[in-house]
Structures are given as C-alpha cells and as structure tokens.
C-alpha cells in the first residue's frame, strides 16, 4: 500500500510518501523559521497560511521524487493533533480533499506517534521493547513501546517542555528563534560551571519532568547582572552552557533510570531537542556503560516532517489498527 502524508501541526509543511512493504519513497519539507523569526516565535495565522500555500507544491515534489502519480496512493495520513488549530486544519482540510477525490481513506495520525516511532525509519531501527525518550518544544515524555500502538507512559514534564525550556530561556538570552539551536551554539563558547542552576526534580523518585524553574533561574541572573553592568557576551556564553547542561543532566538521568526502571536497554530518542549534540553525546557515553544501546533518527526526521506522519500510518496499517471501512467517515479533530 502507498501512503501520502501531510504533516502541518506548526512551522513545518510535510508531505512523504511510504510503502507499507518498501518503507520511504520520497519527502518534502519546507520550514517556516526564517518567516517566523522576526517575531522571535511561531506566529499562529502567518503558519496556516504558509501552508496553505506550500503544500500542493510539495504533494507534486514528492510524487515526482517517487515517480508515482496521486491515483497511485492508497490511503491517506495528516496530523490529527496535538498543534496549532489552523496550521493542523490546513493538512487535515487537504488530506481529507485529497483522499475524497481519489475515493481513499484518510486516517488522522497523533503528532507524538510520528515522532515515537520515527527512529524505525533509520537504519539500524531499535527492535520493540524500547524506552523512548520524547523531547519537542511542546512535548516531554518517557514512554514504554512495546509495538505499534502499545504505549505506556513512563513520565512527563509538569509544566514546561524540555524545547520550551531552550527556547524560552534562548528568548531571555537575547537569541533567536528557534532557541534550542541558538542556545546550543552560544553554549559551546561558554562555561556551564559558571552558574550553579537547578537540576529541578533530578531526585523526585519518579520519571517526571519540570523545567519551568529553570527558566525562573536564569531570569533571577540576567536581571542580577541588568543591575550590575549589564549581560556580557561571555555571561550569556556561560548561562547559554549552563542551562544546556542543566537540561542534558535532567533527561539524561531520567531516560537512564526509565531504562533500569523498565529493564530495557534500548533507548530512542525522539523530537526536536533530539538533535541537541550535548544530549546525544551524554547517551551515548552512559548508555554504552550499560551496555545498551540508544538510536537517534537524523537529525531531518527529528525535528517535525511528513515522512513520520506517513511512516506511523503505515506501521498502523500494518498492524491491523486501522479500520479502513470507517476512515473517510472519520471528521477530523484537533485534539
Ligand atoms: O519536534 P519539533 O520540531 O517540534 C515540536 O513538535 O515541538 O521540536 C522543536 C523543538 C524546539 O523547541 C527547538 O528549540 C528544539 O526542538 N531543538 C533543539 C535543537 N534543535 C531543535 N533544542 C536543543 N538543541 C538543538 N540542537
Ligand atoms: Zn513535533
């Protein structure tokens, strides 16, 4: 079966085309950062209408890539939610239309789902049972994956994501949108000894999460120095880095201890603060003293896209999950 995917749930226009049996054929993807940055964050209207008026050059991009032609498509997927209401009613508006005209079903797919099971798009995939650890600038969360649709949640941020947390105290910083990379680069020009910030819930005894205080941390020290003289390019340097380390030691610990918890050694990571160097580098190091493994998907399947979207309908599709009768009946909602 031939799956088209949209993917539209923030700043990012994602279309790709999967085969149940052959994997991904093609994706396209066109990201709003440059558009949003002036405004410092995703400005809800300018992102639905950006995608509106990317996505059919992208569906033709991506059929041309894989050599197929829309009658070609079996089913088709979008992201049902969690999102922005405008930018996720573009892609539903436009997979329900499209799946409508060619008479095929049109199945909504959870945005965390694509991200959950993205790593299986690279090589080498993670065999189930695995820990995934979930990091976006909206999500934080550790769960246990047994297969396709057998999930159970582990842990969860309380209040902030772990990607808000880069992006919010990146806001602070004076850095641009988005944060996460910003703060990361500025990072390496620091010294994340300099400032003692919390580790907030790193010894609660559960696998939740919290990083709203963190942010509270470095405001307190940006204005301590607004008083003193001002931020020095070398101070933003050392709290850019101390807020990095601060954030890497608290999901770090938690995905370790969701894997002694769990009893598993295969870790995946997923979510945009996945391709944050310093996270990836601390799981290495720690998970293969356990002798376990961890897998990332690249760095372009990490942040949102369309083949995961398509991806994760297709796995569904494999496993049975999906009542294709009921699909073009389903109205979409944005959960
Ligand atoms: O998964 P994603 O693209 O979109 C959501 O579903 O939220 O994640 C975006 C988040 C943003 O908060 C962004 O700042 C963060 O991922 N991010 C990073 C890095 N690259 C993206 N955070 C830390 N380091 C990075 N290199
Ligand atoms: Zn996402």
Redesign the pocket.
């Known amino acids: 079966m031939i799956v088209l995917g949209y993917e539209s ?2 700043d ?1 226009t994602g279309v790709a085309l999967v085969c149940t049996e052959r994997g991904l054929l093609a994706h396209a993807l066109h990201s709003q950062v440059a558009m949003h940055e002036a405004y410092g964050g995703v400005v809800p209207e300018l992102a639905s209408r950006d995608h509106i008026q990317r996505v059919l050059p992208l569906t033709d991009q991506t059929l041309n890539e894989a050599g197929l032609t829309l009658a070609q498509v079996d089913v088709v997927a979008y992201t049902a939610g969690p ?1 922005l209401a405008g930018a996720l009613l573009v892609g539903a508006s436009v997979a329900q239309s499209v799946a409508w005209a060619l008479g095929k079903p049109a199945i909504p797919v959870h ?1 965390l789902e694509g ?1 959950l099971l993205s790593p299986l798009l690279a090589e080498p995939a993670p065999e189930f049972p695995f820990v995934a650890l979930l ?5 934080t969360q550790l769960m246990r994956v047994d297969g396709v649709g057998r999930y159970e949640l582990l842990g969860e941020t309380l209040d902030d ?4 947390a ?2 919010k105290t ?1 806001k602070l910083l004076g850095l641009g949108y ?4 910003a ?2 680069r500025l990072a390496e020009q620091g010294d994340a000894q300099a400032y003692a910030l919390p580790r907030p819930m790193l010894h609660s005894g559960d696998l939740d999460f919290s990083f709203s205080g963190l942010k509270t941390a470095v405001l307190t020290q940006v204005r301590k120095h607004e008083a003193d003289g001002g931020v020095t390019e070398a101070r933003r340097a050392d709290l850019a880095a101390a807020t ?1 380390a601060a954030i890497v030691d608290v999901l770090a610990s938690k995905a370790l201890k969701a894997m002694r918890q769990t009893g598993l050694k295969q870790l995946v990571v997923a ?3 996945g ?3 310093h ?1 990836r580098q601390r799981l290495q190091t720690e998970i293969s003293k356990l002798k376990g493994r961890v897998f990332f998907p690249p ?1 372009a399947l ?3 896209n369309g083949a995961m979207i398509a991806f994760a309908a297709a796995q569904r599709l494999k496993a049975g999950l999906v009542d294709l009768a009921q699909s073009n009946s389903h109205a979409f909602t944005i959960r």
């Open positions: 749930s923030c990012e999102g945005h991200h990091v976006s600038g909206g999500h994501a772990a990607g808000e880069f992006d990146a988005p944060g996460g990379p703060l990361s990095e979510g945009g603060v391709a944050n160097r996270l760095v990490c942040t949102d």
